[in-house]
């Protein structure tokens, strides 16, 4: 059972764009929602995170914006650049204890010239 | 980097050989993980563990198991592999203090089962 389900599979956008990618999740106990970007070769490294207390957060040209009513969250990429492709994964987990964090499927970002 | 250290990094095995994935850390971290990233499936957890000795299963453990005999290394080991194994394994640590619900991964172990 995917609990977090990740669309669209891949993304292309021009230089410049705007790139979004999101995600929707089932369990509401989930309260902590990061998004990782990983590099062919690479391990996946932290981009952004929210929690549920706020709707948006943003990160110099990265956003994340949240919809608790609709559990739903997605990552805005603004003014892409060519630097910028690489797979993205959200996910989500509880804060509390040893909760473990579950991953969306994945987006593989491509920025074209 | 957090200090995470995989190897091997690439290997090669045939089908029904045991194969063991090392994970070290050097910042005393107390919960760390193994997971499996395969195309279309994203990141699955394998195990984790919460402290020498103390590891539970994640959503893909079948045939694989862990060891943790000291807090800087994690042992992922594949009894009997198979093709269905293949995949590159990530090794992760969990930050502490005001880092602490952030997952840090390693550089990865490329499988090969043939």
């Known amino acids: 059972q995917q609990q977090v389900k990740q669309s669209p599979q891949s993304l292309i956008v021009q230089k410049g764009g705007i790139s979004i990618i999101n995600c929707a999740y089932e369990n509401t106990a989930f309260d902590y929602f990061p998004w990782y970007q990983q590099f062919p070769g690479k391990g996946p490294a932290l981009l952004i995170a929210?929690?549920?207390?706020?709707s948006e957060k943003k990160e110099g040209r990265f956003t994340i914006s949240f919809n608790k009513s609709a559990k739903q969250f997605s990552l805005h990429i603004m003014d892409s650049q060519p630097g910028d492709s690489a797979t993205y994964f959200c996910?989500?987990?509880?804060?509390?204890?040893?909760?473990?964090?579950?991953f969306g499927t994945g987006t593989r970002l491509t920025i074209i010239p | 980097d957090a200090g995470i250290t995989q190897s091997p990094r690439h290997k090669v095995t045939e089908t029904g050989t045991p194969v063991t994935l090392r994970c070290h850390q050097t910042e005393n971290h107390r919960y760390m993980y193994w997971y499996r990233q395969d195309p279309g499936h994203g990141l699955r957890l394998i195990h984790y563990s919460y402290g020498v000795k103390d590891t539970d299963k994640g959503e893909v453990s079948d045939g694989y198991s862990v060891s943790r005999s000291k807090t800087e290394d994690f042992l992922l080991t594949l009894e009997s592999a198979t093709s269905s194994q293949t995949s590159v394994y990530f090794c992760?640590?969990?930050?502490?203090?005001?880092?602490?619900?952030?997952?840090?991964f390693g550089e990865g172990s490329w499988l090969t089962v043939v």
């Open positions: 992760a640590i969990r930050g502490q203090g005001a880092s602490g619900n952030t997952i840090y």
């Open positions: 996910a989500a987990s509880r804060s509390f204890g040893n909760e473990k964090l579950t």
């Open positions: 929210i929690r549920p207390d706020v």
